[in-house]
């Protein structure tokens, strides 16, 4: 007996990541050595402080009760407090709320906020999270707003039709292109989401995976944002815990609010023990400046990130030095599927940047999530397949 998908279950475009992972477990149980350099999952450990105080803070039985869907009082004061350090935003407690994974909190926004005939201005290519998690799951209409390579990947705001748009998304530092976005960027698409009265939902996953002296802003930073924006931040990436499933998402209260109701109806806040060791992350900050551990953590990307670029510019594949993520957004001159799938028989995963969106075509997204022995060998092996 099988039963029939909910229409928008129809709609959702195959998750790519989760077809690749297929793939690349297939190979390796057939003994294949596979460079993976398609998921965005760091191979790197938390910092040892993390673990010290996991094992404390889980050795805890109080600690195993259900948490506030809101998030712990402690936990929401810290992030108030990691806000002002490291980008001197004043925030209240409410104005933050916890996330099992800020992926969970991009989805659940539009279920907040949106309605059937509402468009959600996505970009393209994006974490396919906007699109299909959030847009899609809750009945929206993706509105695709090209990012070009000519204009930095960013969107171009006076091209875009603001009918019935009630919600956009923007992230940068930017997965899959790698772009940054600086101040001035930020003031327009604050005015931009003003304007047209525009809920500004601002993916700020990567803000901390940043090199050569770049540090990332956050859209709060911006006058006005307060009146229109939420933003998402995780602790997957700054302290390489994927698996842990902590982020947060802060900003208007109102934004906030909607989004702990669906919350409250969905699931509980994350495990406090969890939320107790984000606390004693974020307390890792003293001020603006990145903490030893994550400099340490950036050093060593960045130089797997010299390394890749230098390679692959010498197998003819030139690529901008990204100034903040783990990945390199490579034009592969054709098309992408081919690309990926001449590589996985070749030994190396990479992702085919149509799994971003239509504009990703023609490139490749390449996380250097793999330690330098394993990025030259990728690179000899992307050379002598092309
Ligand atoms: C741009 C972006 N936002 C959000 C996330 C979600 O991260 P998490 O749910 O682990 O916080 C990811 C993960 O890859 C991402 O690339």
Known sequence: MTFEYAERIKRLPPYLFA???KIIKEKKAQGIDLISLSIGDPDLPPPQFIIETLKQEAANPKNHNY?????????????????KKRFNVDLVKDQVVALLGSKEGIANIARAFINPSDRVLVPD??????????????????????????????????????????????????????????????????????DNNIILCYDNAYSEITYDDYRAPS????????????????????????????????????????????????????????????????????????????????QILQERRDLLVEALGKIGYDCDKPKATFYVWMNCKGDSMQFATKLLDAGVAVTPGLGFGNRGEGYVRIAFTQPKERIIEACDRISNAF
Request: charged share 20%.
């Open 19 to 21: 077809e690749i992972e």
């Open 67 to 83: 948490s506030f869907s809101q998030g712990e009082p402690d936990f929401r004061e810290a992030v108030a407090g990691w806000y």
């Open 125 to 194: 290519p994006a974490y396919p999270v906007y699109a299909n998690g959030s847009t899609i799951l809750c009945d929206g209409t993706v509105a695709p707003m090209p990012l070009l390579e000519e204009n930095g990947f960013q969107p171009d705001f006076e091209a875009i039709d603001t009918r019935k748009v009630k919600m956009m998304f923007l992230n940068y530092p930017n997965n899959p292109t790698a772009a940054t976005a600086d101040k001035t960027f930020l003031k327009q698409a604050v005015g931009f989401a003003k």
């Open 219 to 298: 859209i709060l930073e911006v006058d006005g944002a307060m009146d229109v924006a939420v933003e998402f931040h995780s602790l997957s990436k700054t302290f390489n815990m994927t698996g842990d499933r902590i982020g947060f998402a802060v900003g208007k209260t109102q934004l906030v609010s909607g989004l702990t109701k669906v919350k409250s109806q969905i699931d509980s806040g994350p495990p406090v023990y969890i939320q107790k060791v984000a606390i004693k992350a974020l307390s890792a900050y003293t001020g603006k400046e990145a903490p030893e551990f994550l400099r340490k953590n950036n």
